[in-house]
């Protein structure tokens, strides 16, 4: 990303706000701010919740875990109107349908027009939560321009209202990853893993003759009776494209067989050389 798409994007997080209306649960508020900053953003706002010290609480707190900055300058307002004052656009998360109000809209496709609006526009979008007992009621619905549904099974769709935030949350960070061009994947620093580089053919031929020796050591392998079990090991390990950390592993197993019988008496038989292979390979 150019450093003019990173700050588009940085600025884009800064434009969700997720709302909380009257929290009694002051662990659901820890967990909502935990669940916010996981997925990169950080406007939490409380309406008119039961403890109005909530950020000191030691629930909402230890629920917090690594999201106390989140939980500490969370907004506190006395109505969904002050919380939505410079919001332009809200979505109505609920389970329950609604027959009159806002259009419906699922989960992934708020956070699609999450994306646009913030995309064409310059103000904020906004989830908004209800009560842990009974969610929210027509009247705040009806201050959003949509209602927002969570595809849950619906013989028991009941949902914790941080673990929503947390499914709105990611949703719509994916969605804004996705129009960023950032990666979705964790970020290594450049540093690949040098174990995880496909193995030469070199160290596959080596781990063949290795692997003939340890199963013919146990007994698996009868050398006067071979059939077609070795052509089919090698096929098998061709197959599979092996990397560095897996051959020595295999090489690791084969050790401890051919130790095991040593152990147990059997005779151990010379590792046989591939006398088609070069010098390099041997």
């Known amino acids: 990303m150019t450093q003019t798409q990173a700050s588009a994007f940085d600025d884009n997080f800064h434009r969700v706000r997720f709302i909380m209306v009257q929290p009694s649960h002051p662990g659901n508020v820890g967990a909502a701010a935990r669940a916010i900053k996981t997925m990169g953003f950080g406007d939490l706002c ?27 300058q969370a907004t506190i307002v006395p109505t969904l109107a002050h919380a939505l004052e410079p919001v332009t656009l809200a979505f109505a998360l609920t389970a329950r349908p609604r027959y009159l109000g806002p259009p419906a809209a699922d989960i992934r496709q708020t956070a699609e027009l999450s994306r646009e609006h913030l995309r064409q526009h310059a103000g904020t979008v906004a989830i908004v939560l209800g009560t842990e007992r009974v969610g929210l009621t027509n009247d705040h619905i009806s201050q959003c ?11 028991y769709s009941s949902l914790n209202v941080a673990q929503a935030l947390q499914l709105a949350a990611w949703e719509l960070r994916y969605a804004l990853l996705a129009d960023s061009g950032a990666s979705l994947l964790p970020n290594t620093d450049g540093k690949a893993d040098p174990g995880k580089e496909l193995a030469p053919q070199a160290k596959v031929q080596a781990l063949l003759q290795h692997w003939e020796q340890a199963i013919e050591s146990v007994k698996f392998l009868d050398p006067k ?12 390990f061709g197959r599979a494209q092996l990397s560095l ?35 390099e390979q041997r």
């Open 46 to 72: 409380l309406v008119d919740p039961l403890d109005p010290d909530v950020a000191q609480n030691p629930q909402a707190i230890s629920l917090a875990s690594g999201a106390v900055d989140v939980l500490e």
């Open 225 to 236: 009776h071979p059939k077609k079990l070795v052509p089919r090991m090698q096929h098998l």
């Open 245 to 279: 950390d897996e051959v020595d592993m295999l090489r690791g197993l084969c050790t401890a067989m051919i130790k095991t019988a040593k152990t147990a008496g059997h005779p151990i038989p010379e590792q046989r050389k591939d006398e088609s292979a070069g010098p």
């Open 145 to 155: 321009q949509y209602v927002c549904h969570i595809p849950a099974n619906p013989e």
